[in-house]
């Protein structure tokens, strides 16, 4: 009889991220122009992206974080004030962040919280979470559907339910209050969009600590020039805009822990949203 091995077998992660049944499943008419859809693909460097996916997604969460930001994109990583991270060694804190880059600051924040929190989770929106490999340490809300959408009120609804329980539960949580990629203001800066109320109300409720987190940077003028004629152009360009930044300095600083005491006195949304804000951004 052969013997038993006690060691639990890693779960089963599909190695692609996008692939063409994918596509003829959003896109029916296309089911039936495959090389059509594989040049698109490859247009847009999903081919790439399925690649490094496959490569690493044997190990997920943090882990596989940890293996794009050190061994794929070997991103030359400086952050600043990072000591403050081992502080809460047990204890359950929130980050807050802005983003720039809309895919890679939630690799590298989930790689620098990680190292001191394997347990640290993100919330990130439900385009983010077809990073399968990602998808452990990530929680899911969709942010981009109608309000009266069904579906989009599930998904965000078990989102918020998880968030609650991760910090309930002892273990930190980070969020992107923008809910979406940086991008040109009227003064033609490139900033996050307003603070999502829901997002601030949720911090207010949690009752913990917050860590501001910075990131410089931001993605290319033409990533950001095709957000002025659709959203949707610009979140086609992600994958391209990772990739450009292989092996490139990425700076982050880490700001001082505002106690939950802090948090407390705010009874106005609109004035935490802003006092969380001013904060993040005082760190550039």
């Known amino acids: 009889?052969?013997?038993?091995?006690?060691?639990?077998?890693?779960?089963?992660?599909?190695?692609?991220?996008?692939?063409?049944?994918?596509?003829?499943?959003?896109?029916?008419?296309?089911?039936?122009?495959?090389?059509?859809?594989?040049?698109?693909?490859?247009?847009?460097?999903?081919?790439?992206?399925?690649?490094?996916?496959?490569?690493?997604?044997?190990?997920?969460?943090?882990?596989?974080?940890?293996?794009?930001?050190?061994?794929e994109f070997k991103f030359d990583l400086r952050v600043d004030n990072e000591e403050v991270l081992s502080q809460?060694?047990?204890?359950?804190?929130?980050?807050?962040?802005?983003?720039?880059?809309?895919g890679m600051d939630g690799i590298i924040l989930l790689h620098i919280v990680g190292k001191y929190r394997p347990d640290y989770k993100v919330m990130v929106n439900f385009f983010l979470n077809n990073i399968r490999a990602m998808r452990p340490s990530f929680i899911a809300v969709d942010p981009i559907k109608g309000d009266d959408d069904p579906v989009k009120k599930k998904i965000t609804l078990d989102g918020i339910r998880a968030a609650i329980k991760q910090v309930k539960e002892g273990h930190p949580l980070g969020f992107f209050p923008?809910?979406?990629?940086?991008?040109?203001?009227?003064?033609?800066?490139?900033?996050?969009?307003?603070?999502?109320?829901?997002?601030?109300?949720?911090?207010?409720?949690?009752?913990?600590?917050?860590?501001?987190?910075?990131?410089?940077?931001?993605?290319?003028?033409?990533?950001?020039?095709?957000?002025?004629?659709?959203?949707?152009?610009?979140?086609?360009?992600?994958?391209?805009?990772l990739f450009r930044m292989r092996e490139k300095k990425v700076r982050v600083s880490v700001g001082q822990p505002i106690p939950k005491e802090k948090i407390a006195e705010f009874s106005d949304i609109n004035e935490l949203s802003d006092f969380l804000r001013n904060k993040t951004y005082s760190l550039k």
Not at 201 to 228: C, D
Request: proline fraction near 7%; charged fraction near 25%.
């Open 88 to 102: 809460f060694p047990s204890e359950p804190f929130i980050t807050v962040s802005n983003h720039p880059f809309g």
């Open 1 to 71: 009889m052969a013997e038993i091995n006690p060691k639990k077998e890693k779960e089963y992660v599909r190695p692609d991220v996008i692939n063409f049944d994918d596509i003829a499943k959003m896109v029916p008419k296309l089911a039936e122009h495959p090389g059509l859809v594989n040049n698109i693909l490859r247009f847009l460097k999903i081919d790439e992206v399925n690649e490094v996916h496959g490569r690493w997604c044997h190990d997920t969460g943090v882990d596989f974080a940890s293996h794009l930001v050190e061994d």
């Open 178 to 241: 923008a809910g979406a990629v940086s991008k040109l203001d009227r003064s033609l800066h490139i900033r996050d969009r307003q603070w999502q109320p829901s997002v601030i109300r949720l911090i207010q409720q949690l009752k913990v600590p917050v860590i501001p987190i910075f990131f410089h940077g931001h993605n290319s003028t033409v990533f950001n020039l095709l957000g002025l004629i659709d959203w949707r152009l610009r979140s086609l360009r992600l994958p391209t805009e």
